[in-house]
């Protein structure tokens, strides 16, 4: 019998749910599908569902839900999983200028994987990326499914400022900067969508869950877009994964 999954009181108003060991794109989508399906519970008193890489924290009222309930009421829940059918995660492009100004690092990548340029464009805009979680920015998406093909260690020194927008990689992982900062992962492009705002309603332009697709556009597309963004006419290019364009 499986040990998850696995329940944690943080305190007396969080409750972490495992539901795996291990980085995996299986035990993902079991977190992000338990999320959900709190969400849809409604259950009073649960105040916020946090999704991480292989757990998910449930922050509650204690006085309106007490622990024992909650345990119950989402150990039911997860039973259920497997027995729905699976909703097909969303897919959102992210146009992308890759090197120049832009990505410059982008050479360092390719002389580190013995590869061209182009390849390290190609690699990396042919595949879907599954945003595990969000954190250390606000916006910021932690991806999983780079090839190790064009994996690259971060800058020894970080850089003490990186545009917002910015398309970076740092050992096995890539992600986007959704707001200036510093940081030490490698520039390989820019993408002139806002991926946090916090005057829009919601406030991120990606969610956990849902999958990005890195898409190469040109100066002319780029600055189009971005004109875009500035007047707040711009909607990302989003479908349900699987579906064609």
């Known amino acids: 019998m499986s040990q998850y999954p696995r329940f944690l009181p943080l305190g007396d108003r969080a409750l972490c749910v495992e539901l795996g060991d291990s ?24 105040l916020d569902v946090v999704p991480t890489y292989r757990s998910l924290v449930v922050y509650y009222d204690p006085l309106s839900i007490s622990h024992a309930d909650l345990v119950s009421r989402i150990g039911e829940l997860d039973g259920t999983l497997e027995e729905g059918e699976a909703v097909a995660p969303r897919l959102v492009e992210i146009p992308t200028l890759y090197g120049g100004e832009y990505g410059p690092d982008i050479g360092d990548v390719a002389g580190h994987n013995g590869i061209s340029e182009a390849d390290v464009i190609e690699i990396h805009s042919g595949t879907d990326y599954p945003v ?104 990302p290019v989003t479908r349900q994964r699987g579906e064609p364009k």
């Open 23 to 46: 980085i995996s794109e299986a035990t993902n989508r079991r977190v992000h599908s338990l999320s959900r399906e709190i969400g849809r519970l409604g259950a009073r008193g649960v």
């Open 132 to 235: 595990y979680m969000m954190g250390f920015l606000p916006g910021f998406p932690y991806l999983g499914g780079m090839s190790e093909r064009i994996a690259t260690p971060r800058l020894k020194t970080p850089r003490s400022t990186i545009p917002a927008g910015s398309v970076a990689i740092a050992d096995r992982q890539t992600g986007i900067y959704p707001v200036e900062s510093p940081g030490g992962w490698r520039l390989i492009g820019r993408t002139p969508i806002s991926l946090f705002d916090p005057t829009r309603e919601p406030p991120v332009a990606i969610e956990p869950g849902d999958y990005l697709r890195f898409v190469q556009v040109d100066q002319s597309e780029y600055g189009a877009i971005q004109s875009s963004v500035r007047a707040g006419t711009y909607t």
